[in-house]
């Protein structure tokens, strides 16, 4: 409660078991505090081995792809930017002191159960350290709870929560991926959250469907086996859940090596459409996965358009009053708005928030805020 009485105390911004780069390019690989960070620096076992050279030499370039490709070659990505997007989602946790947030939330995207979507995930968790939620909760309230929890007690850069259904619509969330920090009270108490954001958050899921402003928010990496039951296909050359954690200083390296060796040789690049807060970080992995040699552009891909339209939210929600009230229901808008509260609603009837359109949701939300 007294910092400035404290002079020897340094700030301590959060902790890493990989190595990252730093903003002047410069990588983090010796262990202990690192002051221009603030990072606390503990290397997980064979970490403290890894040393990217300054200038990566062709042979060596090559061989860090030929790493990544070895973990990725197997997942059946449906056009060759889908597979840059998801090399950016391994390369982000690297580059999150280089890059400041925010980010797009990564949308891992399959056509049907089976396909590989939570192993993509789970590759990315295993290479960097990351943390695993279920399905993203339907009520408002508990997104703001699990952000909070997430960014309050958990240091690890890759957050996933796992096979959502519906369509995805968060003003939380959404509030999440526009800023660099997350502030905010937990809906329901006085609690205070305010915390740096340096995760990049992730989504897996069937034909996800995702709503209102958060569409154009999103990276997707799209996967289709193209067969029935792709749960039996044997297209993957190695067990990624042993072939991963056994190799993993020299996947980290790898990508260190392509964003060292793109850096040396002049960090070219292209320019990219847009000037929102993501451009920066979509401009440089566009240019390192360039440089690597692959084909595509971050940020296309299978759905290169929104999700969900307005008029698909009002479908939705116009469906959902079909349900609760009958086709031949006559209901006032003061029962319907009592029906959308999170708490004490009498109506006798519950319209969740998953089916509440953005406007209304976010007006719920401030009425809970305030």
């Not at 590989?116 to 943390?131: C, D, E, F, R, W």
């Not at 703001?144 to 309050?152: F, R």
């Not at 595509?296 to 959902?320: I, K, N, Q």
């Not at 109506?347 to 007006?363: A, F, Q, S, Y």
């Amino acid at each position: 409660h007294a910092p400035h009485e404290l002079p020897n105390v340094r700030t301590l911004r959060g902790a890493t078991t990989v190595p990252v780069v730093r903003l002047d390019g410069s990588i983090l690989d010796t262990a202990g505090y690192d002051e221009p960070t603030g990072l606390l620096y503990e290397p997980d076992p064979g970490m403290e081995q890894i040393r990217v050279t300054q200038t990566p030499t062709a042979e060596e370039i090559a061989e860090a792809r030929w790493w990544i490709d070895e973990v990725i070659g197997g997942f059946p990505f449906s056009t060759p930017s889908d597979r840059v997007n998801y090399v950016t989602f391994l390369l982000t946790p690297l580059l999150r002191i280089a890059l400041p947030g925010p980010r797009k939330l990564v949308v891992l995207d399959a056509r049907q159960p089976g396909t590989g979507k939570t192993l993509l995930a789970q590759v990315s968790h295993m290479i960097h350290g990351g943390v695993m939620r279920g399905p993203l909760p339907t009520e408002e309230p508990e997104v703001v709870k699990d952000i909070a929890t997430i960014l309050l007690n958990t240091s690890s850069p890759v957050v996933t929560f796992d096979n959502v259904e519906g369509l995805i619509r968060s003003t939380a969330l959404t509030s999440l991926l526009t800023s660099d920090r997350y502030t905010g009270r937990i809906l329901g108490s006085n609690s205070q959250v305010d915390q740096l954001n340096d995760r990049v958050w992730s989504i897996t899921g069937n034909n996800v469907a995702i709503g209102g402003d958060m569409a154009r928010r999103c990276l997707w990496v799209d996967i289709d086996a193209g067969i029935p039951n792709p749960q039996s296909r044997t297209g993957f050359k190695h067990n990624l859940h042993q072939f991963v954690p056994q190799n993993r200083p020299r996947i980290v390296w790898a990508l260190l090596t392509l964003i060292r060796g793109w850096q040396a040789a002049g960090a070219p690049s292209e320019p990219i459409q847009g000037s929102d807060s993501y451009a920066e970080w979509i401009r440089v992995c566009d240019a390192i996965c360039k440089f690597a040699g692959y084909d595509g552009t971050v940020g296309g891909g299978a759905h290169r358009v929104s999700m969900s339209t307005d008029d698909e939210e009002w479908g939705l929600f116009l469906e959902a009053l079909h349900d609760a009230f009958g086709a031949d229901g006559v209901f006032t808008a003061k029962r319907v708005i009592a029906a959308t509260q999170p708490y004490g609603n009498d109506t006798g009837v519950d319209l969740t928030e998953n089916v509440l359109p953005g406007p209304i949701l976010d007006k719920r939300s401030q009425t809970a805020s305030a």
